[in-house]
């Protein structure tokens, strides 16, 4: 996370718009997200913000555009949890035990991807490094990840990501504090019409809005 801006650090998570993985409970892949989704929105005006970043997923991509946000940056840090022999999978395809042992132990990673405790590890790294560059930073991001960046911010047991719901094309903000730490402001709340209205998304908060179309 770097690039120029003034003040304290600002940082707005964007869950990204859903998938056909989503709407069928499959490990995604590297599908892109529905295209009925897509047109249901256009940008309806885009909040100034220092540096955007995804990672190189096509999901992540297509949603930031869509935003009218150009992701001209990649940061590797930002990549979904890896689902490993499980990517593309239905659920109902899983032996049960090995999904209980997963969801149960958060050091496990019985689909030889990578555990939600080395995720929440990832994540918090990322998010100590981005607590000293000041500015907003926009991220285009997965539920994943965070999930994972508000138990790393609350400092919370990593049990407690699973009891976190972040909806497809809902934002997180997050407000830097001293000692490469975080405050949580607002989290998951979904993008609407209704939050340019009341002016949930000004400049402090420098957000994304889109508005529903007919089209």
Request: hydrophobic share 45%; charged share 20%.
């Amino acid at each position: 996370m770097t690039g120029p801006g003034a003040g304290l650090p600002r940082l707005t998570l964007i869950s990204h718009a859903p998938t056909a993985a989503t709407r069928a409970a499959r490990f995604p892949s590297d599908e892109g997200v529905d295209a009925g989704e897509l047109r249901r929105f256009a940008v309806a005006g885009v909040r100034r913000a220092d540096l955007v970043l995804c990672d190189t997923s096509l999901r992540t991509r297509q949603t930031a555009d869509a935003l009218g946000l150009a992701c001209a940056t990649a940061d590797p840090a930002l990549r979904d949890l890896d689902m490993g022999d499980w990517r593309g999978r239905a659920l109902a395809e899983i032996p049960a035990a090995d999904l209980e042992a997963w969801v149960g132990d958060p050091a496990q990673a019985p689909h030889g991807g990578e555990s939600v405790a080395e995720l929440i590890g990832r994540v918090g790294r990322w998010l100590a490094r981005g607590a000293r560059v000041s500015g907003h930073t926009i991220a285009v991001t997965h539920p994943a990840v965070i999930r994972a960046a508000l138990v790393a911010v609350l400092r919370s047991p990593a049990e407690v990501f699973w009891r976190i719901d972040v909806p497809p094309l809902s934002t997180t903000f997050l407000h830097g504090r001293a000692g490469d730490a975080w405050n949580l402001r607002h989290a998951c709340l979904p993008i609407t019409e209704e939050m340019t209205a009341t002016g949930a998304l000004d400049e402090r908060e420098a957000s994304a809005a889109v508005t529903p179309t007919t089209a």
